[in-house]
């Protein structure tokens, strides 16, 4: 039997975040969430935290604590998403507030202690949001970057483009500075881009798979997709919205899922015109030496047979 593998979740949710959550909090023979991180991003601070501690008690796991991180990206002012993902980050379905409590400790702290503690190799640090959390904890604790397994991070665009301008995908625009520390620090990096996550299709019949389940939870996540897929249907004309975030989950759970390969990449922070662009050297025209593995395919039915089979457990 092997031992569930030990991961931090840093996250700003929205409602392709609580689908991540839900992904990790349905595998427990897998993952042990050692603790859930937030950030401002997709809304602001205060609330991710409460959405964040809003998933957990749907999901029965107000065990696992929730810490709250930065309020602002390191150097620039904080962009947010509520066009996307409506005034509170997590419209289309009514849950009462939460009940638990943030703990006292910040996320950051947090995050440098408990990488600290274990063993080296042990912890998987999971990005849904903006790198602001982690970055800064490079910065404070640079002993932490070999103590770290591996950083599986949602973030960056290449052949795709951006979303959030036409060079940059939202999670890296929101705190490129962030992102640029992280590239550069020598954690293995595995990257969701948009190449991958605009594959994995919020369609009709599959949303309509998951109202079949009939629980609470999976009308609450129905509910969830059907108001975060609007915006992206209008957008790109498309069935169904791209489903971000648990892209991230799905792979520590089934890897083969997905194909790539090792790139470097880099982070642009000072044009106007390309600022939060992932400049991936997928071709290896660079010379530079590959910092990253760049995921580009993606089993999309696969990932949603998972994701159904794990709503289900609810």
Known sequence: ?????????????????????????????????LGVCTVAGNVPLAQTSRNARVVCELFGRSDIPVYEGASQPMQRKLVTAEHVHGKTGLDGADLPEPTMP???????????????????????VCTLGALTNIATALVKAPDIAPKI?????????????????PAAEFNIYVDPHAAEIVFRSGVPIVMMPLDVTHQLLTTKARVARIAELGTRQSDVMVGWLQFFERFDEEKYGSDGGPLHDPSV?????????????????EIETQSELTVGMTVVDWWRVSGRKPNATVMRHVDADGFFDLLIERVARF
């Open 102 to 124: 943030v703990q006292s400790q910040h996320a950051v702290d947090f995050i440098i202690e408990t990488i600290r503690r274990e063993a080296d190799g042990e912890v998987t």
């Open 1 to 33: 039997m092997m031992m569930p593998r030990k991961i931090i979740i840093d996250t700003d949710p929205g409602q392709d975040d609580a689908a991540a959550l839900m992904l990790a909090f349905a595998s427990p023979q897998e993952l042990e969430v």
């Open 149 to 165: 397994r591996e950083l599986v991070m949602m973030g960056g665009g290449f052949f795709e483009g951006g979303n959030i301008t």
């Open 249 to 265: 989950i799905a792979y520590l759970l089934k890897p083969e899922l997905f194909q790539g390969r090792e790139c470097n990449v």
